[in-house]
Each structure stands twice: as C-alpha cells, then as structure tokens.
C-alpha cells in the first residue's frame, strides 16, 4: 500500500534535512485520473489514460515551439505530497529494506518523478500524454525530448569522442 | 560552440525568474574529466570515461543498499553553470531558433540534468559509472535504478491496470 506518511518495520529515517542547496520553479501542472495516492500507478504505461500537462506563462507557448517533433518525451515534477528523510525504505511493508538509491519510490531525499511519455497532441500551451503515473495537480519541473530519438542541434564537442582508456 | 552567457540571435530570454517553489538538496557532487564546458559531450556513451559518483552522509552509504543488483541507473544532477531564463534558444548559433522544450540543452528553468548511465563499481559510498556528459563537481540530485530493468517492490495499484478508453 501507498506510504500515508507512516515509517515501517526496518526503515531508517535521517534526523533531519539538511537546508536547501537550489531552487526549482514550478513551471506548470499534470492533470491526471488519479486523485488519490492509493490510486496512481506504480509505473505509468504508453497505453494508460491520456494526461494533460499545463504548462504556465513565461515558459509556454514558446518554450514548446519544434515539440511536435518527438514522440517521446521526458517529464520530471516534483512529488510534492512525499516525505523525503527515508533513506531505508521497504515498500513490500514485510520488513526487509533496501536503500532509496536502490528503489523508484517517490519518497527519496529530491522528490523528483521521471517518465518518458508518449506525445498525443498539443493545445497551445498544454500537451497531452500517455505515460504519467503521478497524482492529478503535480508540479511541473521540466519537458525534454526523449534521450533515444533526440539529436544534439548544437555542433560535437570533443568531448563526444572520448572514450575508456583501454 | 558551449554558451559562456550570451544571448545569441533569435533567442529570448524572459524578464525575470519567478522566486523557487520548492528547494532541492546537494547530495554529493561528481566527479568527471571534463574541467570546462568547452570540453563536456554534448551525450554521455555507454563506453565513456569511467565516473566518479561520491554520495555524502547521512545519505550513504545506507541509502545505496542493494544498487549491485542494477547495471543501468538513471542520475540526476544539478547543471549549476547554466543560465535559466532562455526559452527560446539557438543552440547551432545560426539565428534558428526552438523552444527550450523541444532542446535537451542545459539551459532550462529548471537545470536538471538526466542520464542512464552503467554501474562499473561500487567504493563504500561512492559510485563508478560509464555514461555521464557533465562538468567535474556537478552537484549531485538524485540515482535511481533505470526503468528498463527495475519491476516495484510495492504491491500493485489499481492504476497500474488502467488503459485508455477505447
């Protein structure tokens, strides 16, 4: 079952966070089916409900000008209902843990979700999807096309052609 | 050519950074080759430099528990050299120009870099990974197991069964 924000059998906490380093803005909003926790998916699929990603002034409509390029498409937002000081986690509930480093569960000390989505269609500022597993409302960090369909615009760099010393 | 922190032809930068929503944690830092921008790949590879991942406390080496098991991980970093405001970019320098959305450059609202890189090693709490792009003492955000090769922990949801409707 979904984490309430209780702390199980052989899980760990952190005494406390440490202050924050950086800032994220929310750029936008996910609107999805699942308006529980208890609900959502544990990992979202290309065949699952068509979501919609709002994306807010500044950023949109011009930051998504060329998107209707990729199919593919990687989203990050911000977990925003999840605890983030669980460093020992058992998500079976039976005891047994691993480290957060090990898991894709939202609880970790970043509460950052990634998926890569496919692109249905676009409505001016808006995208819809398939793909999401998040709760309805959750923030927006950032859209970027698929690493597996995407070719750098901007010339190599030596960079590129580095490889193991043998 | 890498940006320094010009804005180049049929770029737009937005007038202002609105204040951060959400603070994100340093929880380590890695460490690469690639001392200068003008050096970094525009895309890790798979047969790349092998990588230094270090992992503070109190977050290793507890939170890596288990990570041997996965070969592929995805990373998360902190692109603290990149400007934020350009939602508009021409990354060929050309006067062409697209949406940041439509660019996997680093300069976004929100610099978060991604990439699935290869478990080579583990060293107590640091990590030995082929496949990264970024500048040597990017701050570290977060490691998961890749999707490609990670199956939950957590009992199923009734999302994880939900397609769209026919």
Chains 1, 2 share one sequence.
Request: charge should be neutral; proline fraction near 10%; glycine fraction near 10%.
């Amino acid at each position: 079952m979904v984490r309430r924000d209780e702390l199980r059998a052989g899980e760990r906490a952190v005494e406390s966070l440490p202050p924050p380093d950086a800032g994220v803005i929310f750029i936008g909003r996910i609107r999805t089916p699942w308006t529980d926790r208890l609900l959502c998916p544990r990992q979202g699929r290309h065949d699952g409900p068509v979501c919609r990603i709002e994306i807010d002034a500044p950023w949109a409509p011009e930051g998504l000008d060329g998107i209707e390029a990729y199919e593919r498409l990687e989203v990050l937002y911000w977990l925003h209902r999840s605890r983030r000081d669980i460093v020992r986690q058992s998500p079976a509930s039976d005891g047994t843990a691993r480290g957060v480093f090990s898991l894709r569960s939202p609880v970790r000390p970043n509460p950052i979700g990634t998926s890569v989505v496919r692109l249905v269609g676009r409505k001016g500022s808006a995208l819809l999807v398939q793909g999401l597993d998040c709760l309805d409302g959750t923030p927006l960090l950032d859209i970027k096309p698929d690493r597996s369909g995407f070719t750098p615009v901007a010339p190599r760099q030596p960079g590129d052609d580095e490889t193991a010393a043998a």
